[in-house]
């Protein structure tokens, strides 16, 4: 059964909905979201935010299960997710912070969410 929310909408509209799901649920958990889609001309990340002195970059994954959305984010997709988190800390004045990456699989009939703190480590030395 789909979550009412969801029902009879587009891709794009269930993607930002599942985003959406993903940030009230971190909000609930004492992060700070600080950007949402921040983009350069690496790529995107889902959802940059701050928790405790980390900084977490956090990729989203709207999928069937939660599983199947943390598989998602594969090797060439950490790979890609490192740069752009490079890029960002690269624009920061001041100390470069602890940075952590994230993945919140939000399970797209239901829009509940699984959660993966320090998911994978950067693919590169900063």
Known sequence: ???PYIQGIST???GARG???????L???GYCILE????????EIDIIAQHGDCLVFIEVKLRRGAYEGLAAVDGAKRYRLSRVALEFVGRLRGPVPCVRFD???VDKRT????HVENAFDCAFNY
């Not at 949402?36 to 790529?43: E, H, K, L, P, S």
């Not at 829009?111 to 699984?114: A, D, G, K, M």
Request: net charge positive.
């Open 111 to 114: 829009l509940v969410c699984t």
């Open 12 to 14: 794009k509209q269930l």
């Open 27 to 29: 909000i609930r958990r």
């Open 1 to 3: 059964m789909l979550h």
């Open 19 to 25: 985003e959406d799901a993903a940030v009230k649920y």
């Open 103 to 105: 993945i919140v699989a």
């Open 36 to 43: 949402r889609n921040w983009r350069c001309r690496r790529g």
